[in-house]
């Protein structure tokens, strides 16, 4: 069939038009989900890793504070302890 001069056919445009903006939304929503998920597991990683250090200092200081005892560092191993291991423990735990 013969069209008139200045007419398109709308169908083809629209039908072609639509399916890249659904797949680079249906990309962008993927994206989206991965970084999110991502982001949670490097939070949680990163709590982690500091409690690690800070444990490994504790059992330093105490390997120190006990080869030749001293009251002092003895309460500097407490205070330590007190102050950052168990904030550190408290928020690995809770994520």
């Known amino acids: 069939m013969s ?3 200045g ?9 072609t038009s639509s399916t890249p903006n659904v797949e680079f939304q249906v990309r962008s929503e993927w994206k989206t989900a991965v970084l999110a998920s991502l982001n ?8 982690r890793a500091i409690l690690l250090v800070a444990v490994i200092g504790a059992i330093y200081l105490t390997i120190i504070a006990t080869t ?5 560092r003895m309460g500097a191993v407490a205070v330590y302890a007190i ?6 423990t ?6």
């Open 40 to 47: 949670v597991l490097f939070v949680i990683l990163a709590v």
């Open 90 to 95: 408290w928020l690995a735990a809770r994520k």
């Open 3 to 5: 069209s008139l001069i």
């Open 68 to 72: 030749t005892p001293d009251p002092w």
């Open 7 to 15: 007419q398109t056919n709308t169908t083809t445009k629209t039908a």
């Open 83 to 88: 102050i950052v291991v168990v904030p550190l």
